[in-house]
């Protein structure tokens, strides 16, 4: 588990904390109070986790809270206009056309070809195993969630896979003076132009699109192709060009983010061998030693309360930052306008009036009929209100089948003598990389 401060950090700490770990700044008494208000120098800080609070802040007043400035810059800069960077009516427009070339209809026909390429990757760990030789994990299931992304996005058309790879580094971590609040022109300044390699992702993306919008283009509709075509269907008018390709910019960054969860499944099933031999049992009755079935995928119950389990404990999203736009009251406690509000999936998943011995991993905590127990914004892995992650249904639908083919296969256990610490700012992962030992069963 992440040590946590005694008691909250100075302004300076706070700062050097969040900017190398944004985790690393939540000390004991935000696991204890739902609402806290702290001041780190002229700034007001709020931290929700009152699932009222969550509520109040990600939906019933969502406009009041825009995404904190500081934080979306560091996006804007590589992904333009596209949902993850943009705020208002462009984002209402973005959203409403790259909804549903997203959803779980869209991505029902490469459930196939993902088991496939999920599989033959797999048999490669063979050899690793047989060498006996300690393998990072994390890097390891990284590439294997851009080849399954790349299907999706594009094909499977190999110059888009470094488009992936530069996008998936984006935002990058966060600097001192990137958190400290300051005028929006200097803040342009700052953030400075996109880089050389970002350049270099945007031509092979309009190279794409472009492809894309020929009519005479044999290839499959794919996502890229769903976004060029799609239609808002409110305006009935396609994307413009260049916001087109920030919104496919947008949604590849996002999905490459929210599968990051499936490293620290095998961690907790390592931990935890209980849960991992029911695990083990339930893949081996649903797939009967053979690759799973798409129309299997739902019989895994007991596969998604482990992942339900493990994004409560390691959540994709940790961490939400919004800004007061206007004068507010949260829970009763009195926002003034320019506030950064912080809501904290890392907190609220382990929250100790929220959860029964929150640090421990339990996934009957999401067997059938507990859901019925809980607050609905007690629980936000892919956040929650309008800006929920517009590829959630497509994450699970990867991590059950990353899942069930890695378990049908292998152990895994965790390499002596090598630390494993959380690392968040937008997104979770294991710092320096999760090394492992391949078990084949």
Known sequence: MLPRPKKPL????????????????????????????????????????????????????????????????????????????????????????????IDARSVASDIPELIAIAEARAGRLNAVARKGQPVDLQGWLNRLSVAMWNHVVSGGDPDCVEVINMLAQVPRRPS??????????????????????????????????????DPAYPGPRDLIWRVVH???????????????????????????????????????????????????????????????????????????????????????????????????VVCGEPVKAGTFVLVMPWLIHRHRKLWTDPDSFDPERFAAGMAAQRHRYAYLPFAAGPRVCVAAAFAMTQLLITVAVLARRFRFRMAPGRAVIPSGTATLRARGGLYVLVEPR
């Open 10 to 101: 100075s302004t300076l700490g706070a700062l050097r904390a969040a900017s190398r770990n944004a985790l690393s700044f939540c000390d004991e008494e935000l696991f204890d109070r739902l609402i806290v208000s702290r001041r780190y120098g002229l700034q007001r800080v709020l931290f929700v986790s009152d699932p009222a609070g969550v509520k109040h802040v990600l939906l019933d007043r969502f406009d009041n809270y825009p995404r904190w400035s500081s934080s979306r810059r560091l996006f804007e800069t590589e992904l333009g206009t596209g949902t993850l960077a943009s705020e208002g009516e462009v984002w209402r427009r973005h959203r409403r056309v790259a909804t549903p070339a």
């Open 230 to 328: 799609g239609i808002d269907r409110e305006t009935g008018q396609p994307l413009p060009p260049s916001e087109a390709r920030d919104e496919v910019a947008s949604l590849v960054n996002g999905g490459v983010a929210t599968v990051r969860a499936m490293t620290w499944i095998w961690y907790l099933l390592a931990l935890c061998p209980e849960a991992e031999a029911r695990l083990h049992d339930e893949v081996d009755a649903v797939t009967a030693g053979q690759p799973i079935e798409a129309d299997k995928l739902q019989q895994l119950r007991y596969v998604r309360q482990v992942l339900d389990e493990t994004m409560r404990l390691y959540p994709p999203i940790p961490s939400i930052f919004r800004e007061a736009a206007e004068d507010d």
């Open 176 to 213: 001192p003076i990137d958190i400290v609040p300051k005028p929006s022109w200097l803040s342009e300044i700052l953030t400075g132009a996109p880089s050389s390699q970002s350049v270099a992702a945007n031509a092979t993306l309009d190279r794409l699109i472009a492809a894309r919008r």
